[in-house]
Nanobody
Framework: QVQLVESGGGLVQAGGSLRLSCAAS????????MGWYRQAPGKQRELVAA???????NYADSVKGRFTISRDNAKNTVYLQMNSLKPEDTAVYHC?????????WGQGTQVTVSS
């Protein structure tokens, strides 16, 4: 099993910044893609950003130019730097890590952006 511990969520005013972190531990063998998804009330979970083992990144159109995903392989940690936050970014953000054997999810961290 892979355990994921997320941190960094909170309440911020529109235009502000937050940095999310997700540290993976446990049965980690050859982590492939690491990513962040979000789910707002009444909406489906959606991909925010993902980064492959080769550091190829993919972003939702709604966050391009504002969010940056990165990873530290030595620490098995993925980060999401969120700038110029908007009220529509309000959601529970979930970390996702894919290894050869597992597709694991974090429990989520709340991000609330006030207008």
């Amino acid at each position: 099993q892979v355990q994921l511990v997320e941190s960094g969520g909170g309440l911020v005013q529109a235009g502000g910044s937050l940095r999310l972190s997700c540290a993976a531990s446990g049965s980690i063998f050859s982590i492939n893609t690491m990513g962040w998804y979000r789910q707002a009330p009444g909406k489906q979970r959606e991909l925010v950003a993902a980064i492959t083992s080769g550091r190829i990144t993919n972003y939702a159109d709604s966050v391009k130019g504002r969010f940056t995903i990165s990873r530290d392989n030595a620490k098995n940690t993925v980060y999401l730097q969120m700038n110029s936050l908007k009220p529509e970014d309000t959601a529970v953000y979930h970390c996702n890590v894919k290894t050869i054997r597992y597709d694991s999810w974090g429990q989520g961290t709340q991000v609330t952006v006030s207008s």
